[in-house]
């Protein structure tokens, strides 16, 4: 788990491993910027690294992982390709990668203010005022094929679709100009793909630097 904090959803997998029958063992890494946060993280899980992805990337086996977890972490980084693409190696053959993240075009966080005027940075949410980088669905997975992801699979948070046409703006505009306006966030789950040769390397720095 990339940017793992304090190994929440970590923990959550080690339980449901431990729930099926037979129980399945699970080895669970993180890689956490935050001291405080890699404090408890640390013991939720087998390895932890602590520090900036830059300073800890050489040190994370290759070929090792069968997922590697995206977890509202892309977002964040200056360089979100370059992080993405360095993390590739360390995924074993049919390894998968698990990404999720906030939606621009979420009508009720972005779109709106943007047309009334009132475009303003939050502590959280798609105008999280950390967040140094944003995606639409389209331009997310573009990104994800230029490094040689397949999309697997896709589950979108949503709010109830009723809900946004009540807003009166939104019924002046035609359904082409809809699309995703209710999604809040994209869960996405990439492979590998096996007809594209993997991209070449990206220069982790001096690209990275840290919040």
Request: aromatic share 10%; hydrophobic share 45%.
């Amino acid at each position: 788990d990339v940017g793992c904090g304090m190994a929440g959803t970590m923990a959550f997998l080690r339980i449901l491993g431990e729930a099926e029958f037979p129980p399945r063992e699970v080895e669970l890494h993180g890689v956490e910027l935050g001291e405080v946060s890699a404090g408890v993280a640390q013991h939720r899980l087998d390895r932890l690294w602590q520090g900036s992805i830059h300073d800890v990337i050489h040190l994370i086996p290759d070929g090792y992982y069968d997922a590697i977890v995206f977890a509202d972490v892309l977002e964040h980084l200056v360089a979100p390709d370059v992080v993405l693409a360095a993390f590739l190696p360390k995924l074993a053959t049919g390894g998968a990668v698990c990404i999720s993240l906030p939606n621009l075009g979420f009508y009720f966080e972005s779109v709106g203010a943007l047309l009334s005027g009132t475009w303003a940075y939050s502590n959280d949410g798609v105008l999280d005022r950390t967040h140094l980088r944003w995606f639409s669905r389209k331009s997310f997975l573009s990104m994800a094929r230029d490094l040689g992801l397949a999309l697997e699979h896709t589950y979108d948070m949503a709010i109830e679709e009723a809900a946004v046409h009540r807003d009166p703006v939104l019924e002046t505009l035609p359904p082409s100009h809809r699309v995703d306006i209710d999604v809040r966030q994209f869960c996405f789950r990439f492979r590998r793909s096996l007809d594209q040769a993997p991209p070449s390397p990206l220069p982790l720095a001096p690209l990275l630097p840290e919040p």
